[in-house]
């Protein structure tokens, strides 16, 4: 046998090697890692502040809704997952919390002067009778 033979039987030897199943499976989990940190967790992180935000509305707050609409919460605890918003003066809308998409935040002249507009539970009891019927 030449040495020209033995190279070429090595080279052919090595080509026809299959990878490990590490070998295998490197690259793969290497696009899950990237998916993970470049889109997943972001969006979590995102999910999270949203819910704060939610979680914090208060009289006086400047809220922009996803339709568009912006307006001033005049009750944030109207039910369980809605507030009261006043978009101009007297019309007054009910919204769902997770419709805020952005809060700015109310100085103190607007808060007291929601603070008045906040209708007592009475009105509001009369005001949900009258809807029954």
Not at 12 to 22: K, L, M, N, W
Not at 45 to 69: C, F, N, P, Y
Not at 116 to 121: D, L, M, V
């Amino acid at each position: 046998m030449t040495t020209a033979s033995i190279s070429h039987q090595q080279t052919e030897s090595a080509v026809t090697r299959e990878p490990s199943v590490i070998e295998s499976m490197a690259p793969l989990a290497l696009i899950l890692a990237v998916f993970y940190f470049l889109i997943i967790r972001p969006q979590q992180k995102k999910m999270k502040e949203h819910q704060d935000t939610v979680a914090s509305l208060k009289s006086g707050d400047r809220v922009l809704i996803g339709s568009g609409i912006i307006g001033m919460i005049i009750n944030p605890d109207s039910a369980p997952s809605e507030a009261t918003l006043e978009i101009s003066q007297g019309v007054v809308i009910n919204i769902r919390k997770d419709m805020v998409t952005e809060v700015f935040p109310a100085s103190e002249k607007q808060t007291k002067k929601v603070e008045q507009k906040k209708p007592s539970k009475e009105k509001t009891k009369t005001a949900e009778k009258t809807k029954k019927k």
